[in-house]
Each structure stands twice: as C-alpha cells, then as structure tokens.
C-alpha cells in the first residue's frame, strides 16, 4: 500500500506560481500512476494531470495545458506540478493519488490513493 502526502499550497497572486509536492512512500510505490486533482468550494474534484510509472508520459486537463506542469523524480519517490500563470479559479484544494491503472486516468475512481490535500489560493 502507498501513502502519499501533499506540501506546497500556499496563497499567491494571479499570475503568480507554486509548486506543489507529492511524497509517496510504502511498497511499490514507484508501480503506481500518481494523478493531482483539485476541488473548488461548492464543486466536485475534477483531474488536473497524471504522469506514467516511468514520467515519460504525462496528462493535462484543457485550462491548465501550458501552465500546469508534472513531474516526477523516481528516485526521490516524488511528484510535482508546477504551477505557473496562476489564476483565481486554479483556487482549490489539491490533491495527489495513487492509481495502479492507465497513465491517462481522468477519474477519482480510477484511483486507489489519497492524499489529505493542500490549500491552493490565488487571488486577483
């Protein structure tokens, strides 16, 4: 089983960045796909981006293509998302998870692990 555990939020102004930070560890850690996903106040968790077992292949939801970018240090047992051009409706509370599907898993139940989350605050 993996755990996995978020650092990173913070508060920021728009157009700013923060990158965020996702510490897996545990058995096999590094078989697993890691996703970061995000839910707003009032809104379901929606898919951000994903990033294969070997980091070669990475995903991206649409608003955050060019922005947004993961990554993965295997010997490090981490994943980050870098998060440039930061605007007010990245605002949310992220989250990384552990998925021993297909690298381009979009849904939270694809998706076996969680993490607590950490607060992300753009303002405008």
């Known amino acids: 089983q993996v755990q996995l555990v978020e650092s990173g939020g913070g508060l920021v102004q728009a157009g700013g960045s923060l990158r965020l930070s996702c510490a897996a560890s545990?058995?096999?850690?590094?078989?697993?796909?890691i996703g970061w996903f995000r839910q707003a106040p009032g809104k379901e968790r929606d898919f951000v981006a994903s990033?294969?077992?070997?980091?070669?292949?990475?995903y991206y939801t649409e608003s955050v293509k060019g922005r947004f970018t993961i990554s993965r240090d295997k010997a490090e047992n981490m994943v980050y998302l870098q998060m440039n051009s930061l605007k007010s409706e990245d605002t949310a509370v992220y989250y990384c998870?552990?998925?021993?599907?297909?690298?381009?898993?979009?849904?939270?139940?694809?998706?076996?692990?969680w993490g607590q989350g950490t607060q992300v605050t753009v303002s405008s």
């Open positions: 998870a552990a998925s021993q599907g297909f690298s381009d898993s979009r849904y939270d139940y694809q998706y076996d692990t």
């Open positions: 545990g058995r096999r850690s590094t078989s697993y796909v």
């Open positions: 990033i294969s077992r070997s980091g070669g292949q990475s």
